[in-house]
């Protein structure tokens, strides 16, 4: 049984910046892709970024591009997604997401990010 956990969550000012963490646990050998959705007060889940496991190719939604990466480090079983210039309209919560051929997707439970203008 794969698990995922959010970290790295807070408040900031626009214009700061936060890195959050995704730690996978249990049989991940097959990952396909993992990646970052956003989900704001009132709105639906909306895709922020994700990379290929195999290719490393990445993706990004167009609101973040050129202010948001995302990484890994397969040592540790962790996924980042480093946040730069943060908006107001970054405000969400951020989850982690992990695709695997023919199953489910795996969804962590969650981190809150808040952005004060």
């Known amino acids: 049984q794969v698990q995922l956990v959010e970290s790295g969550g807070k408040s900031v000012q626009a214009g700061g910046s936060l890195r959050l963490s995704c730690a996978a646990s249990g049989r991940t050998v097959d990952t396909y892709s993992m990646g970052w959705f956003r989900q704001a007060p009132g709105k639906e889940r909306e895709f922020v970024t994700r990379v290929l496991w195999s290719s490393g190719n990445r993706y990004y939604g167009e609101s973040v591009k050129g202010r948001f990466a995302i990484s890994r480090n397969d040592e540790k079983n962790t996924l980042y997604l480093d946040m730069n210039n943060l908006k107001p309209e970054d405000t969400a919560v951020y989850f982690c997401?992990?695709?695997?051929?023919?199953?489910?997707?795996?969804w962590g439970r969650g981190t809150q990010v808040t952005v004060s203008a």
């Open positions: 997401n992990l695709e695997r051929p023919r199953e489910p997707n795996i």
